[in-house]
């Protein structure tokens, strides 16, 4: 009689269990997201503890659950080394069933933990790196770049600067492959648009003195010095630009700032610079509104990778529920075919290499005296609509050619 | 340098060695894969052979480089480099990089070791630089991004070593071959005139012995292996970074070598398993891992400066 | 050409000048202990953390901070001394090594959970604010400053150690302490006044630093591996080498900035590599 009973009940766990299977298919019964940002490094303010925030707001604002299996964020430092954030990403994969690998900021680790991730068929969701090589040769099928990339960057600021008169370049840059790539796209936009390149000077990376760089900027006779470089390299090439008594008769242009440099140059130092960004905190009300939440939290105002993290984060649980499942195959397609139109982005488009392609902002640096209150930084002066800011897919790319 | 120090008794030159602590280390090998992740258990055997190759240098004979993280780099970029170029096997893939590691050592060591101390490690930390911008410059290595997404390839065109299992026994083969190696140097007539050199460098060339030949021959050996090593941890990850060919490096492998026990045979794979444990687990910490790893360095240096092995053995022959 | 030369000729005699202010403690804490400090990045790290932090929070401006970080940090290094390094000195010097990197990666992680990596700006202060143009480049005020400064600290110090009664006895601490000790000197508490007062330099010139460069946590790794070679180009444990070193590694920097500006970081290794093959002891140094 008991065994009978037990068979029964038995039973019936399985066609529960079967029933659950035909309506949401999610792989180990969990929603697994592995934020693998810089927790220490170079890029830890822009991105770093900030990302995990922003990803735990997703899936709190999801409800903590998608196709009623609960949202899990885990997090892991990979301190920039390519090395170590492959050996995470194999980890997450293989033991610990993460699902999809967020933020990524810079260009080495998101390059090495991609082919890891198409290989066991795992979604990376790319915000914080930007190398065009990500949609071009070195694309997958299974990832997505989300926020920005150099070329975005460049067309941004290069072609506005042009515009406004700036039409002889010269630049530092960092030499490492994300620096050498911002340059080589900056000319690009830069010549396409009417200027020319006086020539250029690649600093090692990192370095913390530049006056020797841009004294050679500046016999150059350059008007604008591009910065081809991130975070601290930046941060000092603008201190020391001050200093040296450059910047009032050449300008600069930082090819990637954030919001987190801006806001440790302090406004007198950085007044002025002209910048492209996916996100600015104070655009408009609703960017405000979740600014004000993650800044609750974090005790200071997102960047553009941190709010990418979050809204890259819910275009991917709402992708799971539209598809019925965590299939990667199923949610990229999915990813694809909806556009995203959120406080983060207007017409956002995943296209086939894993661009998401969306507007962005030129913005101009406030003066000490047009800032009216803490995190006042931006003016936004543009609006670049996608098909400005970004490239068509490129052919290098295997996928876009299916 | 290191022949000041009396706390240096390397266990390994008793005959009171301890040959259980070899049965333990091989049957935890085996067992290994199935308790803990393999690709972290393969990791922990490159860089213990790395580190036991570094302890034949710095504790049995002295010579403390700084520059260690040339070889494995190096190694490692060769390797897959030939991998992907010229599709070459496995095997020789890993012997060219373990011969351009060699190659490497005999060349840092003819010029390095007529200094010694403060000065030899010097020298050693700026021809690894010059590596390491070597590396950097060239055009095939792909700057901060490395080499990333080489086939694992198979072994002897057999046995597939993409799956995790097959590569860890491979790799845990490999180690066991390079410690042995290791273990028959310092117990051949050429580890023993290592060691007396180390003790007291002019009676050794009092006795007749071309002091520099003995040196450069172990610089040579712990190169090589180090380059083995290299070979084999960028083949795990199928990738070759910037990460093993810079300083950063060669100051862990002194740290794992310190930590487990230096001049004990046994002392740097332990060394290597507790610091990739700790960099690996508490990788979500941030940057309290660097602070950690500080007060370890500490309580090591001011407490515990035999290395965990060297204590346990002191314990060992004190109670018996 | 000639005038961007001379401009970079400048530009490298300035950072010279700073390499040399910079590796002047760690050459008196090499040369009178025989330890090596690796510490010292991050102790000028702490000076001009210290120099913000007191702007920031107490309103303290440069010049007072010119005088109190140094003795604040200075302070810390004594009781590290006093704590920890002393029990070290007769063991071999790779232990003092380790010791001081292990408290380099507590300091500069500590600082990196407190304060965020990108760090803070530290303003010029007013009285050395702006420059004067030289024809071939802009001279700002604040780098002149910064030579002068260098330059008179490091020659005092040279003063002090080679030529005074004070400098004899350290000098005698190091060769033979247990004599000196006979001769009624307290030999610990001399040692550990001379690792504080080298600890205060670093932090002396993290205070020069600030204004220039951010104010960062990890400000003093990037700088340690050279602060090294420079010590060992000069000699370990001489003053005057290190001094000599200092300024000539700047200069040559300089020029490789302007000829080939990505070897820059590594030129610095070749030269030293080159030195202690051709020159065992350093370009000042007694071999021992």
Request: proline share 4%.
């Amino acid at each position: 009689m008991r065994t009978t009973f037990r068979n029964i009940a038995f039973g019936g766990v399985l066609i529960l269990a079967g029933a659950a299977a035909a309506v949401a298919q999610v792989s180990d019964d969990v929603v697994k997201i592995g934020v693998l940002t810089d927790m220490t490094g170079a890029y830890s303010d822009l991105a770093g503890p900030g990302s995990i925030i922003a990803a735990q707001m997703a899936a709190e604002d999801f409800g903590g659950k998608v196709l009623g299996k609960p949202i899990v964020i885990v997090s892991a430092d990979h301190q920039n080394k390519a090395d170590v954030a492959s050996s995470v990403a194999r980890k997450w994969f293989d033991e610990e069933h993460v699902d999809a690998i967020a933020d990524l900021v810079s260009s080495s680790t998101a390059l090495a933990v991609m082919p890891v991730a198409a290989e066991k068929k795992r979604i990376t969701l790319l915000s914080g790196p930007g190398s065009s090589a990500i949609e071009r040769d070195k694309c997958t099928a299974y990832n997505v770049h989300y926020t920005y990339n150099t070329y975005s960057m460049a067309a941004g600021t290069g072609r506005a600067v042009v515009q406004r008169g700036g039409k002889s370049w010269f630049f530092i840059t960092a030499d490492y492959v994300f620096g050498k790539s911002l340059e080589a796209d900056t000319s690009k936009v830069v010549i396409a648009s009417g200027g020319k390149i006086l020539g250029e000077v690649k600093a090692p990376f990192p370095t913390t003195d530049f006056s020797s760089y841009l004294l050679q900027a500046q016999s150059s006779g350059a008007k604008i010095i591009g910065l081809a470089n991130a975070g601290a390299d930046t941060i000092n090439a603008i201190k020391q630009a001050n200093e040296f008594g450059i910047t009032p008769k050449q300008s600069l242009a930082g090819l990637l700032v954030f919001l987190s440099d801006v806001h440790s140059l302090g406004l007198p130092t950085a007044k002025g610079m002209y910048l492209t960004t996916a996100f600015y905190w104070d655009r408009n009300e609703e960017s405000r509104k979740w600014s004000k939440r993650f800044f609750e939290r974090h005790k200071k105002m997102p960047t553009m990778v941190q709010a990418g993290v979050y809204s890259e984060l819910m275009h991917y649980f709402r992708a799971i529920q539209a598809a019925g499942t965590d299939n990667s195959d199923k949610v990229m397609a999915k990813m694809r075919e909806t556009p995203i139109n959120d406080f983060f982005t207007k017409n956002g488009h995943i296209g086939a290499d894993g661009l998401n392609r969306h507007e962005m902002y030129l913005a101009q640096v406030k003066t000490p005296a047009e800032s009216k209150y803490p995190w006042d930084y931006y003016k936004i002066l543009k609006t670049i609509p996608a098909a400005e800011a970004f490239e068509p897919p490129d052919p290098s790319c295997p996928q876009v050619k299916k | 340098m290191i022949a000041t120090e009396p706390a240096f008794v390397p266990a390994g030159s008793r005959r009171s060695g301890i040959p259980w602590g070899y049965a333990v280390m091989v049957a935890v090998g085996l067992a290994a894969p199935f308790l803990v992740y393999p690709v972290f258990a393969m990791n922990v055997l490159c860089l213990a052979l790395f580190a036991s190759a570094f302890n034949l240098l710095l504790g049995y004979s002295g010579l403390l480089s700084f520059g260690h993280a040339a070889f494995l780099g190096a190694a490692g970029y060769v390797t897959l480099e030939t991998i992907r170029r010229w599709g070459l096997p496995v095997e020789l893939a890993i012997l060219v990089g373990t011969v351009v590691a060699a190659l490497l050592g005999m060349l840092f060591g003819v010029l390095a070791i007529r200094r010694s101390g403060i000065y030899f490690a010097m020298i050693t930390l700026g021809f690894a630089q010059v590596v390491y911008f070597l590396v950097l410059q060239m055009p095939w290595t792909g700057g901060e991004d490395g080499l990333q997404g080489v086939a694992r390839g198979k072994l002897l065109g057999i046995v597939s070593l993409q799956g995790n299992l097959a590569m860890y026994y491979f790799v845990y083969a490999v180690f066991l071959a390079g410690f042995w190696i290791i273990h028959r140097t310092i117990h051949s007539p050429f580890g023993h005139v290592l060691r007396a050199i180390r003790e007291n460098e002019p009676r050794a060339i009092s006795l007749g012995y071309d002091v520099d030949r003995y040196k450069l021959l172990a610089f040579v050996i712990s190169a090589a292996l180090s380059g083995l090593a290299g070979s084999m941890k960028a083949l795990v990850f199928q990738s070759a970074t910037l990460t093993d060919v810079h300083w950063h490096r060669s100051g862990a492998v002194v740290l794992m070598t310190l930590l487990g026990g230096m001049g004990t045979p046994m002392g740097p794979s332990v060394g290597a398993l507790l610091v990739t444990a700790l960099e690996n687990y508490l990788a979500s910490y941030g940057s309290w891992v660097a602070v950690l790893t500080g007060c370890v360095f500490i309580i090591c240096v001011l407490a515990f400066r035999r290395g965990i092995v060297g204590e346990l053995g002191a314990l060992v022959r004190r109670s018996f | 050409m000639i005038q961007a030369l001379s401009g970079q000729l400048l530009v490298g005699l300035i950072n010279g000048s700073f390499y040399a202010l910079l590796s002047l403690g760690l050459a008196i804490i090499f040369g009178l202990l025989d330890v090596v400090n690796f510490a010292h990045g991050a102790q000028y790290m702490l000076g001009a953390f210290v120099a913000w932090m007191a702007l920031q929070y107490l309103g303290i401006n440069y010049w007072w901070a010119l005088i109190l970080a140094p003795l604040a940090v200075g302070a810390l290094g004594l009781g590290f001394e006093w704590l920890m390094l002393r029990h070290l000195y007769r063991l071999d010097p790779l232990y003092g090594l380790l010791l001081t990197f292990g408290v380099a990666l507590v300091l500069e992680g500590s600082f990196q959970n407190a304060f965020g990596i990108s760090g803070n700006s530290y303003p010029v202060p007013g009285l050395l604010q702006g420059g004067t143009n030289l024809g071939f480049m802009y001279l700002p005020r604040y780098r002149v400053w910064v030579v002068l400064v260098s330059v008179a600290v490091c020659f005092a110090n040279w003063l002090m150690i080679e030529k005074t009664r004070l400098g004899s006895y350290l000098r005698a601490g190091t060769e033979n302490p247990a004599l000196l000790q006979a001769f009624g000197v307290n030999v610990p508490l001399m040692r550990g006044l001379t690792y504080g007062y080298g600890v205060g330099l670093a932090a002396f010139a993290g205070v020069m630093a600030a204004p220039i460069y951010q104010v960062t946590p990890l400000m003093g790794s990037s700088v340690i591996m050279v602060l090294f070679a420079v010590v060992v180009i000069g000699g370990m444990g001489s003053i005057a080498g290190s001094i000599v070193t200092g300024l000539g590694l700047g200069l040559i920097e300089g020029l490789t900035k302007f000829l080939y500006a990505p070897a820059s970081d590594v030129v610095v290794f070749v030269v030293m590599a080159l030195v202690l093959l051709l020159r065992p002891a350093g370009l000042f140094g007694r071999q021992r």
